[in-house]
């Protein structure tokens, strides 16, 4: 008999392995998520230290614990103009490998939504044309309740070579 409970739970464990799940957020009216593993805090939004010389999507530097961690407008990141600071403007805490090395990197949000699940069969590949942000920053396009979600590839979107080339270029490069 416990052969056939096994057997029976196989398949939810197969579908369950087959969703993940997403920081839902709010940027410029539209709505982006990001998956949950790499996202360590969400912090309230805070007065930042500006550094010369970066790119003009990185607004600055926190303290977080003692660490130094960049902070970057992911609405400058697209090429849109920077937002107005509101009651619900929070920075995200995401951390990204580059190289090998880990790093922590906040990035400024209008507003956190909630953390939603998306089953693999409701992920849409990227748009090929369309989108007001670059295709290689977009890891899919999730179906939630009727809507598109975009879902960011934070690899792409944060990548500290690709920063560091940008601050070393002094300018953005178009979205």
Not at 45 to 73: E, F
């Amino acid at each position: 008999m416990n052969a056939v409970v096994r057997a029976a739970q196989a398949p939810a464990a197969a579908l369950a392995a087959e969703q993940k799940q997403y920081l839902t957020f709010m940027l410029g009216g539209e709505t982006f998520a990001i998956g949950i593993l790499g996202i360590k805090e969400i912090i309230e939004y805070t007065s930042l230290t500006a550094v010369p010389m970066m790119p003009d999507c990185i607004r600055g530097v926190i303290n977080l614990r003692g660490a130094v961690v960049p902070v970057m407008d992911l609405a400058a990141r697209f090429g849109q103009p920077a937002r107005e600071v509101t009651k619900r403007t929070c920075i995200v805490i995401v951390e990204v490998e580059s190289e090998g090395e880990r790093q922590d990197m906040g990035v400024v949000v209008d507003a956190v939504n909630a953390v939603l699940e998306i089953a693999a069969a409701d992920v849409a590949a990227a748009p090929a044309f369309g989108a007001r942000i670059r295709s290689d920053f977009i890891e899919g396009m999730g179906k939630v309740n009727g809507k598109f979600v975009i879902l960011l590839n934070v690899h792409q979107v944060l990548s500290p070579s690709e920063i560091g080339a940008l601050a070393a270029l002094g300018q953005d490069a178009p979205a």
